[in-house]
Each structure stands twice: as C-alpha cells, then as structure tokens.
C-alpha cells in the first residue's frame, strides 16, 4: 500500500514482501493471492526480469486461476 502512495520506492517493497514471503514459508503458510505476482512486477520495474519471470511463474503454480492473466504478463514481457 505504501509502495501505490509513492511512500515507498520499488526496492523497499521488494524487501517487504521478500520478508513476508519468507515468514509464510517459515510457518509452513501461502502467500496470499497477487503477492508473488505484485513482487514480480516490482522485480520487472527494477530491470531483474529473471525473478519478475519466476514469481510471475510461482503466482500462476499457486494460484491456477491466475493463469490467463500471468501467461499475458509473461508472452508481454518477451516481446519487449
């Protein structure tokens, strides 16, 4: 929320979430639904489009339903 109010710049957010995530895994816990795919688009902001991939790739494996939508993502970030 921080980071859409221009508070907080994409790096910061990144270390938010990675913290988050990270806490998740600890307890044996899922990230919610948009985390992995927003924490890829950060990634992809700050030209690490390796880990925009894989998080964009995590959020469609965790969450099916989101596969139309990362798969755009995805096929939108290669023609670049």
């Known amino acids: 929320y921080a980071y859409f109010k ?5 790096e910061e957010s990144i ?3 990675e913290k988050i995530r990270e806490e ?3 307890k044996g816990k899922n990230v919610p639904p948009g985390m992995q795919a927003h924490l890829g688009m ?3 902001q700050t030209g690490r489009t390796d880990l925009f991939e ?3 790739q995590a959020e469609r ?3 099916p339903e989101s596969s ?9 970030n290669q023609g670049q």
């Open 6 to 10: 221009a508070e907080k710049g994409p």
């Open 15 to 17: 270390l938010s979430l």
């Open 42 to 44: 950060l990634y992809g």
């Open 24 to 26: 998740a895994r600890a």
């Open 54 to 56: 894989l998080n964009l």
């Open 68 to 76: 139309t939508f990362m798969d755009f993502l995805l096929k939108k």
């Open 61 to 63: 494996e965790q969450y």
